[in-house]
């Protein structure tokens, strides 16, 4: 499925006798800044749901993840694409290892991801509060991914929203927040949400990809209740 976003971009006319100076739009780029040597820190909190019979092993692990742009390129479109190579270690003494390269790019109106194969839609810009878009734009919704042996529907339900912009949260003064899943019935949790600060980039992501097959455990809690999937955290830390 391919589907192509457009945001329309209204300039002030000017009249026939006198010139009205057109307005400014702040798109707000600040809040996905781009640009070669680059290095973002985060640790990853993951708690994993692995069905084994009749019982659920869950693990939890946790994750130093370095993200650094190295280059620029033109993808086959012409247009500009950051590199960004990605690693990761076990603890804080340990040497980082090289897990895998990605890409992402803002242009006048998108900011994209392209990672493990997917190019997801971030953020559209100008940036307003409520807006509603679907960052599967490049992505088939119906796509499986494997967790621990299981075949889950990772992009079921997701629909993306800009909850709030220019709030502070934790150390950062202006952030802005998108709850980019929130999918849920008896048996499947898609929750997810991302928050940018400005001139700094993605602070924190947050996702819960769970299943169950437990009827008789409405009312539950999902963490005790799921028996397949996982939950992610990942803040910053520089």
């Known amino acids: 499925m391919r589907q192509v976003l457009f945001i329309l971009l209204m300039i002030g006319l000017g009249a026939c006798q006198e010139e009205i100076a057109p307005p400014t739009l702040n798109f707000r780029y600040e809040y996905f800044p781009l ?3 680059q290095q ?3 640790i990853v909190d993951s708690v994993l749901y692995d069905p084994q019979g009749s019982r659920v092993q869950i693990d939890t692990t946790t994750t130093f993840v370095r993200e650094i742009v190295v280059d620029t390129f ?10 960004i190579e990605r690693f990761e270690r076990r603890d804080p003494g340990s040497p980082w290892v090289l897990r895998g390269v990605l890409t992402e790019s803002r242009t006048l ?3 994209q991801r392209f990672e493990n194969n997917f190019r997801l839609l971030k953020i559209i810009f100008p940036v ?8 599967l734009v490049f992505v088939d919704p119906a796509t499986k991914v494997d967790v621990k042996g299981e075949p889950l529907e990772l992009f079921k339900g997701w629909e993306a929203t800009l909850v709030n912009i220019d709030q502070s949260w934790n150390q950062y003064l202006n952030t802005l927040e998108v709850q ?3 999918y849920e019935n008896a048996i499947e949790l898609r929750r997810g ?4 600060a400005a001139n700094v980039g993605l602070v924190y992501r947050e996702l819960s990809v769970l299943n169950t097959q437990c009827l008789m455990c409405q009312g539950q809690a999902w963490e005790k ?11 910053r830390i520089d």
């Open 193 to 196: 949400t991302e928050r940018y």
């Open 128 to 135: 307003k509060v409520d807006q509603q878009w679907n960052p």
């Open 180 to 182: 980019f899943s929130d």
């Open 225 to 235: 209740k799921a028996q397949s999937g996982f939950i992610l955290k990942m803040r």
């Open 35 to 37: 640009s070669i040597g």
């Open 74 to 83: 033109r993808n086959a479109s012409k247009a500009l694409e950051y590199r």
């Open 109 to 111: 109106t998108q900011a």
């Open 40 to 42: 973002r820190n985060f």
